[in-house]
């Protein structure tokens, strides 16, 4: 099944935040935060999937844990193999 390029980009910027996403402790939860230098038109759609939490003025974005998960299913089907020790 073919991808159209709106769709391959928002998968490609998932992964991207995910990759360069670090821990974050707030309260009394684990976070994945990302800086969110993307297109707004993806984040917002990547928003409206509830994957992300990109709303709002801030300059960085919460991965959500079905967004944690589509990221780490496609860097699967890209081939891509991380550490997530590190």
Do not use: C, Q
Not at 42 to 67: C, F, M, P, V
Request: hydrophobic share 35%; charged share 35%; glycine share 6%.
């Amino acid at each position: 099944m073919t991808k159209d390029i709106n769709e391959t980009i928002k998968d490609l910027t998932l992964m991207l935040l995910y990759l360069t996403s670090w821990n974050e402790r707030d309260f009394e939860n684990d976070i994945r935060r990302s800086w969110k230098g993307y297109d707004f038109g993806i984040l917002n759609e990547l928003t409206d999937e509830n994957l992300i939490d990109g709303s709002g003025s801030k300059k960085s974005a919460y991965l959500y844990k079905e967004g944690i998960e589509k990221a780490e299913k496609l860097l699967s089907e890209y081939g891509i193999v991380i550490d997530k020790n590190k």
